[in-house]
């Protein structure tokens, strides 16, 4: 297992974080999973054997159960593990009972403490952005959790670049705690945060942390061109995420990491995740599963190296369509690119420099 350093803190994350979205199974949550504390301990005691140091919840997973769960599972593993949850989300219907306000952040945090049975959290996030609240409530909110002790670090997770710029200005502005990580959506098929948000953690020197690196299903190989979806799967069951917007390209994904994968004679769920711990700026994938078998599967991509061949073969079947400005980038033939763009950016070249060659002759 490889560690990672968590942006500008002197944290050490493990490659591959385990997950908790499929602990419980209530409160809207029936579709993801019900795994309960004596599988969920057997997952961890797996996933630690296996180098990982860090495990991921949120109080809206199953409202508070996977928590709750969680922390039944860690008993005497607490010590051993970097423990991260999230707060923002709306947890009733009480107009107060969400958001990233003072009243909301402090109360939300006590409740995950007495459902993870600890005393600290080692990274709050907030799961997402409070358009409502000001910035500088919900910073000064953070650090009095962290001068309490009741947190260690923070971090963000869905938040937009400006979004993630104005948080960062404002806490520097204040002399108060900057967000240590992003936690982002991020997949082969679905390749935005590279435009943004990935550039941004590289110049801000941020964690970044992915969740459902394998689209929540939908890039394990149960969903293939032309054949039904297994109805026990997430993909085959009705549950709404991820938003796919084409299709076809997705299953050219698809079919391009299930062909590495037999190549390899491993998963195209192995192949994924490989991919993505090749990619630049990335801390840690974080994965869960409701089986053994899975969760095995996911944590062996730590050790599975793909050719240069292999890697470039699916950057190029998974490369999004350039969009502006940074397109204009190269057109214009700009120079001093900004290193943390140009990382990303400078994959597109060659497909520019095609269509410049045709439009000569």
Not at 44 to 60: F, P, R, S
């Amino acid at each position: 297992m490889q560690y990672r350093q968590l942006g500008q803190s002197g944290l050490y994350l493990s490659a591959l974080t385990m997950g908790t979205l499929t602990l419980g199974g209530s409160n809207g949550f029936e579709k993801v999973g019900n795994v309960d504390a004596r599988t969920a301990r057997r997952f961890l005691e797996i996933a630690l054997e296996a180098g990982v140091n860090c495990v991921d919840t949120a109080d809206l997973y199953s409202k508070g159960e996977a928590e709750s769960v969680l922390g039944e599972a860690l008993g005497d593993l607490r010590q051993n593990v970097i423990l991260m949850t999230k707060a923002r989300s709306p947890m009733s219907d009480d107009p107060n009972d969400s958001g990233a306000t003072r009243h909301h952040l402090i109360k939300s945090c006590e409740n995950s403490l007495r459902r993870l049975k600890t005393d600290h959290i080692d990274i709050l996030q907030i799961h997402n952005w409070d358009g409502v609240t000001p910035v500088e409530e919900t910073l000064y909110a953070l650090e009095s959790l962290v001068q309490s002790g009741k947190i260690r670090y923070w971090g963000t997770s869905n938040y937009s670049g400006w979004q993630m710029m104005k948080t960062l200005g404002k806490a520097e502005h204040l002399g108060l705690s900057k967000p240590t990580s992003q936690q982002i959506y991020y997949t082969p098929e679905s390749r935005e945060a590279e435009f943004e948000l990935l550039p941004l953690a590289l110049d801000q020197n941020v964690g970044t942390l992915i969740w459902g690196p394998m689209g929540e299903g939908l890039l394990t190989g149960t969903v293939r061109r032309g054949e039904k979806t297994r109805a026990d799967s997430r993909q085959g069951n009705g549950w709404p995420e991820p938003y796919v917007h084409d299709m076809d390209h997705a299953y050219d994904v698809i079919e391009t990491l299930a062909q590495v994968g037999e190549e390899l004679g491993v998963s195209p769920a192995r192949v994924c995740l490989a991919w993505l711990l090749t990619r630049p700026g990335i801390t840690s994938l974080i994965v869960g599963a409701r089986h053994e078998a899975h969760l095995r599967d996911n944590l062996a991509a730590a050790d599975l190296q793909l050719s240069d061949e292999q890697r470039t073969r699916i950057e190029k079947a998974t490369r999004p369509a350039p969009r502006y400005p940074y397109w204009h980038r190269y057109t214009a033939g700009m120079d001093r690119l900004d290193p943390a763009e140009e990382v990303f950016l400078r994959e597109y070249f060659d497909t520019l420099e095609n269509r410049r060659d045709l439009s000569i002759k």
